[in-house]
Nanobody, 124 residues
Framework: QVHVVESGGGLVQAGGSLRLSCTAS????????TGWFRQAPGQREFIAAI???????YYGDSMRGRFTISRDNAKNTVYLQMSSLKPEDTGVYYC??????????????????WGQGTQVTVFS
């Protein structure tokens, strides 16, 4: 069993930056790939995913450039650096862990564990 917790959300002015963290606890000796998703009213968007060793990184089509995913396995933490934030980036940000990327991973399929989410609000 793995427990993942997001942190780092908050209120930020448009144009600002935030760094979200996704920290795993429990059976972290297993290697988990991690994805970040954003939930806004009516839709969930795939932001980025990173393999357990950091060698493979994937971004959603509209996410590349302003969002950067990275990980520090010594801290069991995956980060999402967000810059040049816009009001439309507002939403609840979730991370999810998967033993392997399944078909449809960018749609949220195949993840074994999900966090509770952290709210990001961008105001203009």
């Amino acid at each position: 069993q793995v427990h993942v917790v997001e942190s780092g959300g908050g209120l930020v002015q448009a144009g600002g930056s935030l760094r979200l963290s996704c920290t795993a606890s429990g059976r972290t000796s297993d290697n988990y790939n991690t994805g970040w998703f954003r939930q806004a009213p009516g839709q969930r968007e795939f932001i980025a995913a990173i393999s357990w060793n950091g060698r493979s990184i994937y971004y959603g089509d509209s996410m590349r450039g302003r969002f950067t995913i990275s990980r520090d396995n010594a801290k069991n933490t995956v980060y999402l650096q967000m810059s040049s934030l816009k009001p439309e980036d507002t939403g609840v940000y979730y991370c999810a862990a998967a033993r392997q990327f399944a078909p449809g991973y960018s749609s949220g399929r195949g993840y074994d564990y999900w966090g509770q989410g952290t709210q990001v609000t961008v105001f203009s």
